[in-house]
């Protein structure tokens, strides 16, 4: 089955405890990318990926980093989390450029105490 | 600021009835259009696109795009119970797609 794999589904983690979200895609997609939602604030993004080795940041990318060393692969990296950082996390891929939606993952939610 | 207007209701529509939701976005430059589904604590789904001006239609959906008003929408004929969800507007160019805020609409039965 075609499909963006994150884990864990659900995180709870103290202030400053660095933390990996991994993502993973089975469908050979060139561009990925990590979302964050809150309430009233909609889908954002923090990075995302164009290939193996080129990444970018999006919007809100302070507080976090990302790796593509495979294709397949995206993991978020808290370095040191924040309660701030307390959100919705997707990853989701797409084929390539402005002509492709992305599918997403099926979501990571993350509490910082 | 590039932008992606939703209104973000609820729209209440009665079950059978169409369903219309609007989007408005800032980039003339934009290229490629999305609609996505959200169910309450669940990934979106990608549930149309559209490139062209005019209307594209797949099943009950209809999405239709006036690039010279900026102007994206979905049409949902025959509502069901099952459409109740939160609709995100999506607008791509280049690298970047910037997610409207979404349209939560409830299908009452």
């Known amino acids: 089955e075609a499909q963006v794999t994150q884990n864990p589904r659900y995180l709870i983690t103290v202030t400053g405890k660095k933390l990996t979200v991994t993502c993973s895609q089975n469908m050979n997609h060139e561009y990925m990318s990590w979302y964050r939602q809150d309430p009233g604030l909609g889908l954002r993004q923090i990075y995302y990926s164009m290939n193996v080795e080129v990444t970018d940041k999006g919007d809100v990318p302070e507080g976090y980093k990302v790796s593509r060393k495979e294709k397949r692969n995206f993991p978020l990296i808290l370095e040191s989390p924040s309660p701030n950082q307390t959100s919705l996390y997707f990853c989701?891929?797409?084929?390539?450029?402005?002509?492709?939606?992305?599918?997403f993952g099926s979501g990571t939610r993350l509490t910082v105490v | 600021q590039k932008e992606v207007e939703q209104n973000s209701g609820p729209l209440s529509v009665p079950e059978g009835a169409i369903a219309s939701l609007n989007c408005t976005y800032s980039?003339?430059?934009?290229?490629?259009f999305f609609w996505y589904r959200q169910y309450s604590g669940k990934s979106p789904e990608l549930i149309m696109f559209i490139y062209s001006n005019g209307d594209k239609e797949d099943g009950r959906f209809t999405a239709q795009l006036n690039k010279a008003s900026q102007y994206v929408s979905l049409l949902i004929r025959d509502s069901q119970p099952s459409d109740s969800a939160t609709y995100l507007c999506?607008?791509?160019?280049?690298?970047?797609?910037?997610f409207g805020k979404g349209t939560r609409l409830h299908i009452l039965p």
């Open positions: 989701a891929s797409k084929l390539g450029t402005s002509l492709y939606g992305y599918t």
């Open positions: 999506a607008v791509s160019r280049d690298d970047k797609i910037i």
């Open positions: 980039d003339r430059g934009s290229q490629s």
